[in-house]
């Protein structure tokens, strides 16, 4: 059973470029969600995708998109990048409805760094 | 909105000895999971224990326990004869029972094992 591989595990980006994060769930999950955690903090809720929908947003503004493809692969896409940015991206996968555990499984997370 | 405490940013305990760490959380569901997990330094989060809101009994995983207290909205996680793999930080989580429901994570507490 594979589990849930993120790539790429670190980066340095400018104020004001673009980001794409990837991700790869878990066999047999069918939903992703995506998860920043800053330096000494807990993770905070970005959005979820479930089966290709978007199905719960955190407080993130708009700049920040994401996608789940057929595989249920996932980017996190943002844009016009900030210094606060800077923090783990996690994510993490979990089961579809007719297994929920409540459990989600993450990966080792992509360090982004915003000079 | 729901929110979670975690009121000891590090703890520090003796190999072998056993160690306490709390977490409150605020909530006006009736029925949700709560999770503890685990995070080492640099590698992905893992799954300590998990409690269903609606059992009355504690969760266990071999030395992990909880101490869940629906009333006071309190789960703390207790490490008996802990080791020097266990230091981590520890979050504590809460979701709601409904599927796709996000996490809410609390701040977190660094676990140190002195030898």
């Known amino acids: 059973e594979t589990g849930v591989t993120q790539s790429p595990t670190h980066l340095i980006k400018t104020r004001g470029q673009q980001v794409t994060l990837r991700c790869s769930s878990q066999?047999?999950?069918?939903?992703v969600s995506w998860y920043q955690q800053a330096l000494g903090q807990g993770p905070q809720f970005i959005f979820q995708?479930?089966?290709?929908?978007?199905?719960g947003r955190g407080n993130f503004p708009p700049r920040f998109s994401g996608l789940q493809f057929p595989n249920y692969s996932s980017e996190l896409n943002v844009n016009a990048l900030e210094l606060d940015d800077s923090a783990l991206y996690l994510c993490?996968?979990?089961?579809?409805?007719?297994?929920?555990?409540?459990?989600?499984?993450f990966g080792e997370g992509s360090r982004l760094t915003v000079l | 909105a729901q929110t979670v405490t975690q009121s000891q940013p590090e703890m520090s305990v003796q190999e072998a000895e056993t160690v306490t760490l709390s977490c409150t959380y605020d909530?006006?569901?009736?029925?949700?999971?709560l999770f503890w997990y685990k995070q080492p330094p640099s590698r992905q989060m893992i799954l300590v224990i998990r409690?269903?809101?609606?059992?009355?009994q504690n969760a266990t995983e071999n030395r992990f326990s909880v101490n869940f207290q629906k009333a006071a909205k309190s789960f703390s996680l207790k490490i008996s004869d802990s080791q020097l793999g266990d230091a981590a930080m520890y979050f504590c989580?809460?979701?709601?029972?409904?599927?796709?429901?996000?996490?809410?994570f609390g701040p977190g507490t660094r676990l140190s094992v002195l030898p």
């Open positions: 909530t006006s569901e009736s029925d949700y999971y």
């Open positions: 409690q269903e809101a609606y059992k009355q």
């Open positions: 066999s047999g999950h069918n939903t």
């Open positions: 989580a809460y979701r709601g029972l409904n599927y796709g429901q996000n996490f809410v």
């Open positions: 993490a996968s979990s089961w579809g409805l007719q297994r929920d555990t409540g459990e989600l499984f």
């Open positions: 995708y479930y089966r290709e929908e978007e199905n």
